[in-house]
């Protein structure tokens, strides 16, 4: 649900996210409350009870966009597992967080703009707050798509094999070792030579070792890691 349907084309027709809904592993239907408005002017968005600077988006259309949406669901025998509402003071999203999202068939996602939403909206409808880092970004758009990215490489039938999930960083709590490809050498810099060398068991010991020493170098917070869902609810997902 957003004011500004426009920013999310893009980001859901390439790449993973884009292969994952043309393939019809995933559904990404964006709503514009513009469309849940009834005056001329379809306003989405009022000045805020107290006064302060920046608008408010009105509780009208969150409300009768998510009972239509909540009706749709119902039609066909479903119900609404979650509904999150990104904003910079909610939950830092991580990826236990991603896959415990994933498991769920049918989420809604509330994108605030402008100064944010009616507390009416995050205090009956909203079921969860969700960041996605320490820094302010000008809607909450751009993080339903980030959301909507992690969460399509984790349904199963999106990856590939050799691009498993498992393979990710952060899903095992280990940053990735570092990648090469033609030419061998270039420009003096030569690719290390065990890449070279056709052993999969060295290859495979050499790349451990590096994700260890890079992880220890620049997260050690990581090594200390929770994957938000027991093992047994992933193995059907990250299976190589
Ligand atoms: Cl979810 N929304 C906005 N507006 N800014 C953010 C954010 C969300 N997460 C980090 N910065």
């Not at 408010?56 to 025998?77: N, Y």
């Amino acid at each position: 649900m957003t004011a500004l349907p426009g920013i999310c084309e893009g980001p859901l027709s390439h790449s993973i996210p884009g292969r994952a809904i043309r393939g019809g592993h995933l559904e990404v239907v964006v709503h514009d409350l513009r469309d849940h408005t009834h005056d001329r002017h379809r306003t989405v968005d009022d000045y805020p009870f107290g006064g302060g600077a920046g608008m408010v988006l009105k509780p009208e259309p969150i409300f009768e966009c998510f009972e239509a949406i909540r009706a749709d669901a119902a039609a066909r025998g479903e119900s609404i597992d979650e509904v999150v509402f990104l904003t910079p003071d909610g939950e830092r999203l991580a990826q236990p967080l991603v896959n415990r999202l994933s498991l769920h068939r049918r989420i809604v996602l509330l994108a605030g703009h402008y100064k944010g939403v009616d507390q009416r909206v995050r205090d009956s409808i909203v079921t969860r707050e969700v960041s996605i880092g320490d820094y302010v970004l000008s809607g909450g758009e751009l993080p339903a798509l980030v959301l909507v990215d992690a969460i399509a490489r984790l349904v199963p039938g999106v990856l590939g094999d050799a691009e498993s999930a498992l393979s990710d960083s952060f899903q095992d709590g280990l940053l990735d070792a570092p990648s090469y490809t033609r030419p061998a050498e270039f420009r003096g810099m030569r690719v290390p030579e065990v890449l070279l060398s056709g052993d999969h068991a060295r290859v495979r010991d050499w790349r451990e070792a590096q994700r260890l020493e890079k992880t220890r170098v620049r997260r050690p917070d990581l090594l200390d890691f929770d994957p938000g869902v027991p093992p047994s609810r992933t193995d059907h997902r990250t299976d190589t």
